[in-house]
């Protein structure tokens, strides 16, 4: 039988910090990619597949290229799925209103990290968006939205985190103290960043957003269309898990990602 993600994370925590016992061990939360446990000021996130070991190569070239705190592995247990790094400060921004300075500074870290050049650490995603609606299911009504409005191919790809939603955004009152989960990262549509603040947190944050970001920020139409289709994932998601935070969330986001449906 497989050992369980928190079996797998308490193998990691008796060699990594034997003084800490199962007992320490609290799960964070999880998702389709993995679960994350806190053990004293140490997070063990433990993979459902991502090569932990790129990821933690690429969170190395990240880091000191980019100006708000990504995880820091301090061990990566390839054969259990585990990376394990210090705890960052903040909360997750998932059921809570951002700072009016939380755009600014996103949209910075968002310019910075496109410009890395992630050749070979980071996998190059280039699927026709069509394929997106293969693993989409929702009201017939807004599907047929997000059927009719099918983007073409991104000219340009980037480095991306492409799962940037609010519960992977951490913050302390105004400030933004890190960005984490980068088990999707790919190079990819740089529209995908700008998706899912977008639903998480409405048009008046989009728009900071893709100020501070600049002249080269994609187009509000392809943004949008990742958007809805985030929307619709995460009902779907919180449909199948109960998680209500996420839910709400999507629920609210369809007054301005559907606003004539």
């Known amino acids: 039988m497989e ?6 994370a308490v193998a990691c925590l008796r060699r990594l910090a034997p003084e800490l016992g199962d007992a320490d061990l609290r799960e964070l939360g999880s998702g389709t990619d993995n679960t994350a446990y ?25 880091a000191p290229r980019v100006s708000l705190p990504v995880p820091t592995p301090v061990v990566v247990d390839e054969a259990g799925g585990v990376l394990a790094y210090p705890g960052l400060p903040g909360r997750p921004l998932l059921g809570h209103t951002p700072a009016p300075g939380h755009a600014r500074a996103l949209g910075r870290f968002l310019r910075e990290l496109h410009a890395i050049d992630a050749t070979g650490l980071a996998p190059v995603d280039d699927d026709d968006p069509v394929e997106w609606l293969a693993d989409l299911d929702g009201p017939a009504d807004l599907l047929r939205v997000v059927e009719a409005t099918v983007p073409p191919l991104a000219g340009q790809r980037v480095l991306a985190h492409a799962d940037l939603g609010a519960e992977h955004v951490l913050a302390a ?7 984490i989960d980068w088990s999707d ?20 944050f989009l728009a900071g957003l893709l100020a501070a970001y600049g002249p ?13 289709c985030a929307a619709l994932e995460d009902l779907a998601y919180a449909r199948r898990s109960g998680r209500t935070a996420y839910g709400a969330a999507a629920r609210r986001s369809l007054s301005w990602l559907f606003p004539l449906v």
């Not at 009152?173 to 960005?179: F, K, N, P, Q, R």
């Open 3 to 8: 050992p369980t993600s928190r079996e797998r």
């Open 38 to 62: 806190l053990a004293g000021d140490l997070v063990l996130r433990v993979s459902n597949g991502p090569d932990v070991a790129r990821e933690a190569r690429l969170l190395q070239l990240v």
């Open 173 to 179: 009152g105004a400030e933004l103290t890190g960005v």
């Open 185 to 204: 990262a790919a190079v990819t549509d740089p529209a995908l960043d700008f998706a899912r603040p977008y639903r998480d947190f409405g048009p008046d």
């Open 216 to 228: 080269d920020a994609p187009d509000l139409p392809r943004i949008r269309w990742y958007a809805r």
